[in-house]
């Protein structure tokens, strides 16, 4: 079965680091793109980071330069790094694979797969 | 970046009503555009992408239109199921792949 299980949530005080994890089963992390979202309380979907099949990676400028996404391939998940945690930063993370499809003579781009989110609070 | 507006920020409607939901791209996307649909608590999940492909497993009831800067989503017969948030999300170019804002479908 194709699955992703985050972790690694809870409250931290600001200014504090966190690691979410992400745990694939059914797939390879690292045979796909895979991206993390994340949902502020009472709010829409924020687009946050992604890490293409071959390693490179893209971020919102909201998260730039504070949070990492990474991946363990021996262990088939998905990281995100988050240091200098802000009051702003509190959501629910999610993770998603990001499947690459091949409309010819384009390539898109979709969420098809979603772990059921992990929480993150920033507060002291 | 591109900014996804979609309206209505909410609706309501009845079981069995035909439902329209409308997403603007601030520059052409082409077809470039996916779905999804979140219930409380619960994790989005694709309807649509490519503008208009139905995600496998999707009920038919739902389709997707357009191109270019102008997107529709549309619930031909709104069932007890379907009350929920969607949100439209480009895929154009480089990241950041953004949200629109949602829009709740809720029960009249």
């Known amino acids: ?124 | 970046d591109i900014q996804m507006t979609q309206s209505p920020s909410s609706l309501s409607a009845s079981v069995g009503d035909r439902v329209t939901v409308t997403c603007r791209a601030s520059q052409s996307i082409g077809s470039y555009l996916n779905w999804y649909q979140q219930k409380p608590g619960k994790a989005p999940k694709l309807l649509i992408y490519a503008a208009s492909s139905l995600q496998s497993g999707v009920p038919s009831r739902f389709s997707g239109s357009g191109s270019g800067t102008d997107f529709t989503l549309t619930i031909s017969s709104l069932q007890p199921e379907d009350f929920a948030t969607y949100y439209c999300q480009h895929n154009y170019g480089n990241p950041p792949w953004t949200f629109g804002q949602g829009t709740k479908v809720e029960i009249k």
């Not at chain 1, 504090?16 to 009472?42: E, H, I, T």
């Not at chain 1, 730039?64 to 200098?84: A, E, H, P, W």
């Open chain 1, 1 to 124: 079965e194709v699955q992703l299980v985050e972790s690694g949530g809870g409250l931290i005080q600001p200014g504090g680091s966190l690691r979410l994890s992400c745990a694939a089963s059914g797939f390879s992390v690292s045979d796909n793109y895979m991206s993390w979202v994340r949902q502020a309380p009472g709010k829409g979907l924020e687009w946050v980071s992604v890490i293409y099949s071959g390693g490179n990676t893209n971020y919102a400028d909201s998260v730039k330069g504070r949070f990492t996404i990474s991946r363990d391939n021996s262990k088939n998940t998905l990281y995100l790094q988050m240091n200098s945690l802000r009051a702003e930063d509190t959501a629910v993370f999610y993770c998603a694979r990001t499947k690459r499809e091949l409309l010819s003579p384009n390539y898109y781009y979709y969420m098809d797969v979603w772990g059921k989110g992990t929480t993150v609070t920033v507060s002291s």
